[in-house]
C-alpha cells in the first residue's frame, strides 16, 4: 500500500526509456506503431493528470520556471494547514482568486482525446491531481481526484462541506463556518502534509494494479503518492507513456516518451489510433 500523505520527493529508479518522441510545434507526431496497438488492445487504461494538462486550459502549473504558481509563492505559506491557521484571510484570498481563473476554463482537446479513448476502450480511469474538475466537465466518467477540488469549500474543524449559498451570504474572509463555533470555510483541496479524502488513495492505487496501459501526462512526478502510482502499474505489468515537455524522475521508466504538450500528443494519438 503507498502513503497516503501528500510529500514531495526526490531521486529516482534507473530504467533505460525504450522511446522518445519530440514534438516541435510545427510537427505532426508519427507515433510508433508498437505504442498505438498495444493502446488499441488494452483493457484497462489508467490516465494520472497533473497540472500540465490543464495548462493549454489556461491555468498556471506549480513548478514551472517564470510561469508555476511555486515560481511566485512559497507552498509552506499557501498550502498547508499551518499558513491557514497563522493567515487564513491571505490563504482564503488567495484560492478564491485561483476559483475565479477555474470557474472561466474550458477543457482543452487533450480533455475530449481522453474521452473519446474512454468510448474506445473496455476501461478507462482518470487519475487527477489536479483540482479543476475539468476533466469532469469535458465528460470523464471515471474520475479520481487525489487532491480534492478547489470549487468546493469545507469546514476547517470538521471537514463538513459547505454550500456556495452560505458562503455567498457571508461578508467574512474568509467565512465563519455553520458547523462549528470557531470554524471557517477552507478550499476542499489536501494541503502539503495532509492525507488523501478517504477511499481515494485505495481507487487510484487499485486503478494501477489493474491496467494495463498507463499514461502519465503534465506532472512533474515529484509529489507523492500520485507519482507512484505509474511505477505501480508498471510493476504490474502495464505499459508505460509520458507525455510532457520536459525530463521527469518517470521518463527513465516509461516505455515511451512523448516531449510535447497535452492537447498535441493526446490529439495525434486519437488521430493515429483511428486509422490503425
Ligand atoms: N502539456 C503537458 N505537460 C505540461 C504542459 C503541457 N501543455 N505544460 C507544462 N507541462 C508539464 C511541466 O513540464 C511539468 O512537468 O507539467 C508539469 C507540471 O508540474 P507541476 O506544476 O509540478 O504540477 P504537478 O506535478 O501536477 O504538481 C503536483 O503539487 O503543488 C502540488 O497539489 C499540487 O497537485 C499539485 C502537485
Given amino acids: 500500500m503507498l502513503g497516503n500523505r501528500v510529500e514531495y520527493t526526490q531521486g529516482s529508479r534507473f530504467a533505460i526509456p525504450q522511446e522518445t518522441f519530440s514534438m516541435k510545434p510545427s510537427d505532426s507526431l508519427c507515433l510508433p506503431g508498437s505504442l498505438l496497438k498495444r493502446l488499441q488492445g488494452s483493457d484497462h487504461v489508467m490516465v494520472l493528470t497533473g497540472a500540465g494538462m490543464s495548462a493549454e486550459s489556461g491555468i498556471a502549473t506549480f513548478r514551472d520556471a517564470q510561469t508555476g504558481l511555486w515560481a511566485k509563492f512559497r507552498p509552506e505559506d499557501l498550502a498547508t494547514p499551518q499558513a491557514f491557521a497563522a493567515h487564513p484571510a491571505r490563504v482564503w484570498s488567495w484560492y478564491e482568486a485561483r476559483r475565479e481563473k477555474v470557474r472561466d476554463a474550458e477543457p482543452h482537446a487533450g480533455h475530449f482525446a481522453l474521452v473519446e479513448l474512454e468510448s474506445m476502450v473496455p476501461r478507462l480511469s482518470v487519475v487527477t491531481q489536479n483540482v479543476d474538475a475539468l476533466h469532469q466537465k469535458s465528460g470523464s466518467g471515471n474520475v479520481i481526484e487525489l487532491h480534492g477540488n478547489i470549487m468546493r469549500s469545507i469546514c476547517h474543524l ?99 516518451c512523448l516531449r510535447g504538450s497535452a492537447a498535441r500528443a493526446l490529439t495525434a494519438i486519437m488521430q493515429q489510433l483511428k486509422n490503425l
Avoid at 477552507?186 to 489493474?210: C, H, I, N, Q, S
Avoid at 496501459?213 to 505489468?237: D, H, K, R
Wanted: hydrophobic letters at 40%.
Fill in 158 to 256: 470538521t471537514s463538513r462541506a459547505i454550500d456556495g449559498e452560505w458562503l455567498a451570504k457571508s461578508n467574512d474572509c474568509p467565512p465563519r463556518s455553520p458547523w462549528a463555533q470557531d470554524g471557517l470555510a477552507r478550499p476542499d483541496v489536501v494541503w502539503f502534509g495532509e492525507p488523501l479524502p478517504a477511499g481515494v488513495m485505495e481507487a487510484a492505487t487499485k486503478a494501477a494494479v489493474m491496467c494495463d496501459f498507463c499514461f502519465s501526462i503534465g506532472t512533474t512526478s515529484t509529489v507523492q503518492p500520485a507519482a507512484s502510482l505509474p511505477l505501480l502499474a508498471l510493476e504490474n505489468g502495464a505499459s508505460l507513456v509520458e507525455i510532457n515537455p520536459q525530463e521527469t524522475p518517470l521518463s527513465l521508466h516509461a516505455d515511451y
